[in-house]
């Protein structure tokens, strides 16, 4: 068991690394290049896939670990990591497409995924403790709306 939370603890600490990357390449510049979209866009994938090998896989041989109910192993908060990966990914890909001045119907089609994203992710919090994933659950609902609106 010692060894399996390790291996969890690990994988979602190298998904946090990848978050915090992607937030300091897209940073770096006011007007990020092609590069570095693709940097900051490769870097959210990977997270998110970790995140999601975590929540699926690694955290389901942990048996007997009793976890307080906000840790980051706690199969919610991964979620809600997952899900803000995915939607921050896709505002990648929709602000390419913008810039590329693709067909609205893709922005909007890409727009309301993203909604759902962060939708989902307020979800995964709405039963813990509002003291400490209060903000978290406001930045969610606030991203979704933001996105349903320019759908």
């Known amino acids: 068991q ?12 190298v998904a946090m690394w990848y978050t915090k990357h992607a937030a300091y390449v897209a940073s770096k510049s006011s007007t990020p290049s092609d590069k570095d979209a693709l940097d900051v866009h490769k870097s959210l994938r990977m997270a998110a896939g970790m995140f999601k090998h975590v929540m699926d896989v690694e955290i389901r041989k942990l048996n007997e ?9 706690n199969e919610k908060i ?25 067909d609205n ?3 909007s ?23 400490i994933v209060g903000q978290w659950r406001m930045y969610f609902g606030l ?7 320019e759908v």
């Open 65 to 73: 670990v009793k976890l307080p109910p906000c840790s980051d192993i």
């Open 105 to 107: 119907i893709l922005i």
């Open 143 to 149: 991203k979704s709306k933001f996105y349903l609106a």
């Open 109 to 131: 089609s890409i727009s309301n995924q993203i909604s759902q994203y962060f939708e989902m992710g307020g979800q995964q919090l709405s039963t813990l403790d509002e003291k």
């Open 2 to 13: 010692d060894a399996q939370f390790e291996i969890c603890c690990m994988t979602l600490n």
């Open 78 to 102: 991964i979620a809600a990591y997952y899900f803000s990966c995915m939607g921050e990914f896709h505002e990648i890909t929709a602000a390419r497409a913008m810039n590329a001045k693709q």
